[in-house]
T-cell receptor
Framework: DAKTTQPPSMDCAEGRAANLPCNHS???????VYWYRQIHSQGPQYIIHGLKNNETNEMASLIITEDRKSSTLILPHATLRDTAVYYC?????????FGAGTRLTVKP | ETGVTQTPRHLVMGMTNKKSLKCEQH?????MYWYKQSAKKPLELMFVYNFKEQTENNSVPSRFSPECPNSSHLFLHLHTLQPEDSALYLC?????????????FGPGTRLTVL
């Protein structure tokens, strides 16, 4: 049962890259890392996931270390609308165990 | 309608009332989920349905009763709730439970129990 550790909060200036770290030191070889975000009073939104290789989509990039014990979600040009709680999840069987996440505040 | 919809968006009920929450997904998915999000707490998975069959019940009290008549609809029937059941109830869907990592969430129902 891999757990994740994220900082409770982070700030980022608008237009700059937001780098959100996540530690998952007990991750198993076949477990994926998923990232979601939840904007205030809305349902969570899937962002990206990966296993070993770095991944990129229209929303973000995911960098996973070679030993897979940590990862970083990168929002390349943060906007005010990216203010949200970001969840890093290591999938356990069919469960998505949402932790407390990181509250990212993008400031003008 | 697109994505995952939930009705009502807000609900206030007394402890003796019976009410139902409705979730509908327009994504052609086969797995649906109910989550509870209390104030300042992480999301808690309540129930999972895969191809209309309940595959998970996370020790949820019997005052919460799910129903999944088909792959597109999911209900949560509520009766004799307690004030501590006040929370945001979120529905989600995925292609199937094997792809539970990529879930699409609805906007939630904000429930207040008086």
């Amino acid at each position: 049962d891999a757990k994740t550790t994220q900082p409770p909060s982070m700030d980022c200036a608008e237009g700059r890259a937001a780098n959100l770290p996540c530690n998952h030191s007990t991750i198993s070889g076949n477990e994926y890392v998923y990232w979601y975000r939840q904007i205030h009073s809305q349902g969570p939104q899937y962002i990206i996931h990966g296993l070993k290789n770095n991944e990129t989509n229209e929303m973000a990039s995911l960098i996973i270390t070679e030993d897979r014990k940590s990862s970083t979600l990168i929002l390349p040009h943060a906007t005010l609308r990216d203010t949200a709680v970001y969840y890093c999840i290591v999938r356990v069987v069919n469960d998505m165990r949402f932790g407390a996440g990181t509250r990212l505040t993008v400031k003008p | 309608e697109t994505g995952v919809t939930q009705t009502p968006r807000h609900l206030v009920m007394g402890m003796t009332n019976k009410k139902s929450l409705k979730c509908e997904q327009h994504l052609g998915h086969n797995a649906m989920y109910w989550y509870k999000q209390s104030a300042k707490k992480p999301l808690e998975l309540m129930f999972v349905y895969n191809f209309k069959e309940q595959t998970e019940n996370n020790s949820v009290p019997s005052r919460f009763s799910p129903e999944c008549p088909n792959s597109s609809h999911l209900f949560l029937h509520l009766h004799t709730l307690q004030p501590e059941d006040s929370a945001l109830y979120l529905c989600a869907s995925s292609q199937d439970s094997g792809r539970a990592g990529e879930q699409f969430f609805g906007p939630g129902t904000r429930l207040t129990v008086l």
